[in-house]
């Protein structure tokens, strides 16, 4: 009997264990590197950022009866304006660089929302090792309810797109394949992509796959892969490329290249507006 007793508990630890590991390799995107000390030695820790401060924070309800928050920048006649964009942060949290950008992308694309989601619940890191630390406890159910808590907020008629980077750059990817047939396009800056076919199959928009050639984690052959994966399930993708290495599109950050930068926000702009506006 005892000896019964003890497969069973150990046939259930091992279950538990099982489910564990499942829920952190939904959950992994970036934070499988979080132990890796050159890809922390990579994201240099972030200067200053200058957010104008022309948007505001907000609350709305979220899937899981909380609630979550986001930076917005509203058109005066929001009514009208169908078109919103989620920027969705790197794995430092909802800083003012991600304000900036918000503010930068709202300004260029003209008649569209801006929304930045916070995805961490209010905390922000400026060392690497809370940002490891905040990357890595993602509860990736809590994020899909405040991702999707933000698509109700927009509201049922809203088209959406999304940008992110790193960290925000699978999110950016998952949040347009949450958003269904509501999505209109996706930018994803050296992000993980997902990998199964299931789980691309309700992507209902292009992507735009920013890809620094020197990265060491998100390299060509992630990219490549997952060129070959969209294109084998009959998705659009486009791949833009630079002489760069990780986060290289981060102004507040002396790892910044600013012309490679450059190239990459106007190549990301023109994609945004082709398919947010045809």
């Known amino acids: 009997m005892l000896k019964k007793l003890l497969m069973v508990l150990a046939l259930a630890t091992a279950f538990t264990a099982c489910q564990n590991d499942t829920n952190k390799k939904e959950g992994e995107d970036m934070s499988q590197f979080v132990e890796d000390e050159e890809f922390k030695n ?3 820790e972030p200067g200053e950022a200058n957010s104008n401060g022309s948007g505001q924070m907000i609350e709305f309800a979220t899937a899981d009866g909380e609630t979550g928050s986001a930076y917005v920048l509203m058109q005066p006649d929001s009514i009208s304006s169908k078109d919103y964009l989620f ?14 950008e918000a503010e930068r992308l709202f300004d260029e694309l003209g008649n569209v929302n ?8 209010g905390k922000v890191a400026t060392t690497r090792d809370d940002a490891g630390k905040f990357m890595e406890g993602v509860n990736e159910d809590r994020v899909k309810a405040i991702i999707q808590g933000a698509i109700d907020k ?7 797109s999304t940008i992110g980077w790193c960290f925000g750059g699978g999110w950016s990817l ?16 050296y992000g993980m992509p997902v990998q199964e076919a299931e789980a691309l199959a ?23 892969d997952f060129k070959t994966l969209m294109t084998e399930n009959k998705k659009v993708m486009q791949l833009v490329s630079y002489d760069a290495d990780h986060a290289f599109a981060n102004p507040s950050q002396p790892s910044y290249k600013e012309a490679q930068a450059l190239a990459a926000n106007k190549a990301s702009l023109q994609f945004l507006k082709d398919f947010m506006f045809n």
């Open 42 to 44: 990579a994201h240099e």
């Open 174 to 189: 998952k949040t347009t394949i949450m958003a269904g047939s509501q999505a209109e396009a996706c930018v994803m800056y």
């Open 114 to 121: 801006v929304m930045a989601l916070d995805l961490y619940d």
């Open 202 to 224: 309700p992507l209902d928009a292009p992507v735009l796959f920013v890809l620094a050639r020197n990265d060491e984690w998100i390299t060509p052959q992630v990219a490549k």
């Open 87 to 100: 920027v969705i942060h790197e794995w430092w949290g909802l800083n003012d660089h991600i304000k900036q």
């Open 154 to 160: 927009a509201g049922t008629d809203a088209e959406i």
